[in-house]
């Protein structure tokens, strides 16, 4: 069976990986559409060997479509994709809008793959932010084994989770330092040329950022309500690939060894873990890579039943593309979704 595909987004950093990772899993399609904004109509984006002209997004008839992978902002999805889904087409969204729904599924599917099966409530799925994509994969095998009860995370995230614009900023700070140009911020509420900001989205009441608040909610949603999470949310001058320091406080025993065997065995994850200078992965090493990489696990000696590690993956896949299109194949593998046209 084959399915036609829209992409919402597609001339964005995250609707061009789409795009690329269909074409690299081999995603069984009759069809792809490359939708964006009117502005963007006639531009040229890349699927595998082809070259797509996207389409408007506002004046195109779903009625036909099987799943929209959309990544417009959350804007765009809270206007469209009830009317997208209205029309038969399941649509895997990559925005913030429909994450704390109750009527929609927030997926992971190395974690939790069976809550596919509630989209059709509003035939919409959520993709969970990037921050929490990588850190549920890895918290997911070891809170099986021992029963995680608090985890702070401390994130070193990239500028890509800004978007196009983001990188563009880092690029052009980056040059301007070098040439000895004033440097401008206009994304980021300061420089992040050579530069860390403990900012990412806007603050809240309590002190704590929209990223951080999100990381919590969305934790609880997708793995467990009863696990306590703080985290804080940083940007740093890097392209691509996010990075967490994770603290975990778990019910039972567990020692770094049988963490470090159990996480080798678990999907979706690879175990870098040697003690020594360079045994470890960093973002720049990630970047282009599916898995979500561990590293540095250790023993937290200032708490019972403690492990420290690092975890790391690339923002644009695992965080984004690359989870959408394995929600979708999660779809076809549990056989939730026929195609509205039959092959010919």
């Known amino acids: 069976m084959a399915y036609k595909v829209a992409v919402v987004g597609a001339t964005g950093n995250v609707g061009r990986e789409m795009l690329d990772i269909l074409a690299e899993r081999r995603f069984p399609v009759s069809e792809v559409v490359a939708l964006a904004s009117s502005r963007s109509v006639g531009t040229e984006v890349s699927f595998g060997d082809r070259t797509l002209k996207c389409k408007a997004l506002d004046s195109y008839d779903f009625s036909d479509v099987d799943i929209c992978l959309m990544s417009a902002g959350g804007s765009v999805s809270k206007e469209w994709a009830p009317k997208i889904g209205a029309q038969g087409c399941v649509v895997i969204d990559n925005s913030s809008a429909w994450r704390m729904d109750p ?25 969970p932010n990037c921050s929490t994509a990588q850190l549920v994969v890895a918290l997911k095998p070891l809170h099986d084994a021992a029963t995680i009860k608090r985890v702070v995370v401390s994130t070193y995230q990239s500028v890509s989770g800004a978007g196009k614009e983001g990188m563009d900023e880092l690029f052009a700070q980056t040059r301007s330092v070098f040439v000895s140009n004033p440097v401008e911020a206009k994304k980021f509420p300061k420089r992040i040329a050579f530069n860390l900001i403990p900012q990412i989205d806007v603050f809240m009441e309590d002190g704590f950022t929209k990223e951080e608040w999100k990381m919590v909610a969305e934790t609880k949603k997708i793995l467990d309500p009863k696990i306590k999470l703080v985290a804080t949310c940083v940007r740093v001058p890097v392209f691509i690939g996010h990075s967490e320091a994770v603290n975990i406080e778990f019910e039972k025993p567990i020692s770094a060894d049988e963490a470090r065997d159990i996480l080798r065995a678990a999907p979706g994850l690879l175990v870098i873990d040697k003690r020594e200078a360079g045994g470890y992965i960093t973002p720049h090493e990630a970047a282009g890579e599916d898995a979500t990489y561990v590293s540095r696990i250790r023993e937290d000696p200032t708490v019972d039943n403690g492990l420290v590690l690092w975890c790391v993956s690339d923002n644009l896949r695992k965080g984004a593309a690359l989870n959408a299109i394995q929600i979708a194949e999660t779809l076809l593998n549990r056989k939730l979704l026929v195609p509205k046209k039959k092959a010919a």
Do not use: H, R, S, Y
Request: charged share 15%; glycine share 8%; no cysteine.
């Open 103 to 127: 009527d929609v599924p927030l997926v992971v599917p190395e974690v939790n793959a069976g809550a596919a099966a509630g989209f059709t409530k509003k035939n919409i799925i959520a993709n």
